[in-house]
């Protein structure tokens, strides 16, 4: 079995390497406020990938492209990415643009265009523009090192147009910080850039809620950088395996979305929660370790999904030692469609356009069916059929 690699701290890096040879090296410059050990996480990730992973610590601006020089210089094998996060996205912007033949790749999470809300007003309202993931805020919270109040400094200037390297753009739609239609419109005038938004993401992208994918997305592209790895979608079905695959367009919103019928894993975790909660306030509450145990739920998905759920009305809690969770209702008065509203916002999402009107009949019954499907009615997920 191969052991999960363990960083390399110093005083101002930190390095995660691969387990085995290395298939490339990733940079990361961090934003406002951070510091190398908040992306240990992503560092872990990565190597596990098989990546190197450096993290410098502060720089001085005139002795930061020596310093990412050295960083690659250090770990010279296979592809050289630069990623930066926030203030970071910036100055890797900058460094890639005054250096394209330093980097391979560049990548950009979170990048500040344009003035959006800096002043959180305290540090609960700080976690709440930077990340929705539990673990993070957590680790962020108790964290001596951190910078609070740092997302209303001054930015440096950054290049006019995106170097011509293959670029990457990480960017949350429900980003305050950095608003995301800037980000959109630069996507669009670089053919070298791909944009990819994570629907309800924040602005620490790397580190909120979804950040396993948002990774995913990360080595899907380094991958392609360094081994020439493409996955596209077929939708002709050529048989013919030597057929040509046309180039992959960006995707206009989830491609969930594009199918007339998905349930996705968060709603499907949501009627499990709910399936395991007791609505008689007599009952004990039950505890979000005790619902992830017994119905096979991540703990840090499901306690998102709490609170959207008790955010909607179809949950009550009680804090404290002998706490957990109750349906705020009996399950007779809560319909399927409360669920998907409370998760997804809405119940049927069909594109309009030509030859959609089945489509459009589609949503509107199974709308229709799940208005009337109450949960004392509705099968337990986990049971047999």
């Not at 240990?40 to 990565?46: E, K, P, S, V």
């Not at 930015?155 to 960017?171: I, M, N």
């Not at 030597?242 to 206009?252: D, F, L, S, Y």
């Amino acid at each position: 079995m191969t052991a999960v690699p363990a960083p390399t701290t110093g005083p101002a890096a930190t390095v995660h390497t691969p387990p085995a040879a290395s298939r490339g090296t990733v940079v990361v410059l961090a934003g406002r406020g951070e510091h190398a050990r908040v992306y240990d996480r992503l560092g872990r990730r990565l190597a596990v990938d098989g990546y190197t992973v450096v993290v410098p610590g502060t720089m001085e601006p005139d002795r930061e492209p020596d310093g990412i020089r050295a960083a690659f210089t250090a770990h010279p094998d296979g592809a050289r990415v630069l990623l930066g996060a926030d203030r970071g996205a910036v100055r890797a912007w900058a460094h890639a643009a005054a250096r394209p033949d330093g980097v391979d790749a560049l990548v950009l999470a979170g990048l500040p265009l344009a003035a959006g809300q800096g002043d959180p007003g305290d540090r609960e309202g700080e976690l709440d523009l930077r990340t929705q993931c539990p673990v993070h805020r957590a680790l962020l919270a108790d964290d001596p090192a951190f910078g609070w109040g740092a997302l209303d400094q001054a930015l440096p200037a950054r290049p006019a147009a995106l170097p011509d390297v293959p670029t990457l753009l990480l960017h949350g739609a429900a980003d305050r910080v950095a608003p995301l239609a800037p980000v959109r419109e630069l996507a669009r005038a670089a053919p070298q850039a791909a944009l990819a938004v994570v629907e309800g993401g924040v602005h620490d992208v790397l580190n909120d809620r979804f950040h396993r994918s948002v990774a995913a997305r990360l080595v899907l592209f380094v991958e392609e950088i360094g081994k020439g790895a493409r996955i596209v979608d077929d939708p002709n079905g050529a048989a013919d395996p030597a057929a040509a695959v046309p180039q992959a367009q960006p995707a206009r919103g989830r491609s969930r979305r594009a199918a007339p019928l998905h349930v996705s894993a968060r709603l499907d975790y949501a009627l499990r929660t709910v399936a395991a909660l007791p609505a008689d306030a007599r009952a004990e509450p039950v505890r979000c370790e005790s619902v992830a145990r017994t119905r096979g739920i991540p703990l840090n998905s499901l306690v998102n999904i709490m609170v959207d759920l008790r955010r909607a009305g179809l949950v009550r809690s009680r804090r404290g030692c002998e706490g957990g969770y109750w349906l705020a209702r009996p399950a007779a008065e809560i319909t399927v469609a409360d669920v998907v509203r409370a998760v997804e916002s809405e119940v049927a999402a069909v594109p309009d356009g030509p030859g959609t009107e089945v489509w459009h009949d589609l949503g509107r019954a199974v709308t229709d069916f799940l208005e009337h499907r109450v949960l004392d009615h509705a099968p337990d997920p986990l049971e047999d059929p």
